[in-house]
């Protein structure tokens, strides 16, 4: 069996995400190959990978050349992949992300292509209803990706979408564990420098606007004991962050937020998961997926707060009691809540971290994706 993971990026979740199906793939005995393609720009190195795509980094600031660039490559990468596929032997091909925006172009492309190799996507953010400005374009792009997929997998949630009740074969898979790593002891000292009160709460990894920073900076004015750490990148150049910053300089609580704007490393995201009392996971009602950063989190056994929305987030807390799930945009119950997790006992949750470590795994999920290629016909 061949498999081919396709990754366009080279940051970020699906970024860390592919490199662990990519070696889980590797030890598995009915693997005869697998290859990682990536972006140019990418710092992942191996035999198995090739990076062959163009870089999601380019380096202009201009934000309508940004915006280009972005068009341009969702062209060529999925050229390039056609290019690549049509050199290669028969395989079992993974799209770990994918070009939505140009999908009713280059769906074409690759329906000749069926003929010599199956296609499977990895959905971690299964509601693409809102990747696009118009719900309608989000819908016609998805019916065009999903035309030429074979099998879809997804982790806990399918939301019931047009572009999904077709012949589609969907399975669900765990989304694996991410292994502790060495702390940055200078990023620690950084955060400690600057934490004051007696609690410190994180809204970690990708600065996205879904992350609720907004509620959460009203909610900590009522919360004087605690103070939010904010790290990470901005996922994207319209992401608000100077109105949040403007929120909380009007509102007076520039000494409860530590405010760390940029790119982490896996030392550093490690570190500041392990320096926080509480995670919050308390993302808007548009969240539907799970969250990669859990499955970070998972060896440190952390407290969390979770938004109580249909999401494959929701049923996992759920299911193994790995935190306190809140109604979204409930100020009240979100602040009992908060209080409520400070004043519990820092190992109230290590058995249900323990189970729920037990259920997911790289080897697990690999191991349901290869049984089910084996039900699916090779061209």
Known sequence: MNIIIYNINSTGGNYEYSQAILNAYKEHSEVKNVTLLMPGNSHAKGENIKRILMTDAPPFKNKILRKLHFIYRSIVNPLR????LKRSAPSFVIFNDFDQLTAPLWCRWFK?????????????????????PLVALSVITM???MSVIDIAFYHGYLPDKPYYK???????????????????EDFLRQINQHKKQKYLIGILGNIRDEKNYNFVIEALGKLPDFQLLVAGSKSSANVPVEAYKQKIKILGLHEQVIWIERFL???ELNTAIAACDIILLYYKVSFTSQSGILNLIAPYKKKLLVT????????????????ILVPPDNMEEF?????????????SFDSAWVNYEESASWKKNVDIAVESFKHLKMP
Do not use: C, W
């Not at 992949?81 to 690549?84: A, C, G, K, N």
């Open 265 to 267: 490393s896996e030392n």
């Open 143 to 145: 019916k065009s990706v």
């Open 112 to 132: 000749d292509l069926r003929n010599r190799h199956t296609f499977a996507v990895m959905l971690h953010d299964p509601d693409r209803d809102k990747y696009l």
């Open 166 to 184: 077709s012949n589609l074969i969907s399975v669900a898979v765990p989304h694996g564990i991410y292994p502790p790593v060495d702390f940055d």
């Open 308 to 323: 109580n929305t249909p999401s494959a987030l929701q049923q996992v807390v759920h299911q193994y009691k790995l935190g």
């Open 81 to 84: 992949l056609v290019r690549y």
């Open 335 to 347: 602040i009992r809540s908060i209080k409520q997790l400070a004043d519990t006992d820092g190992n």
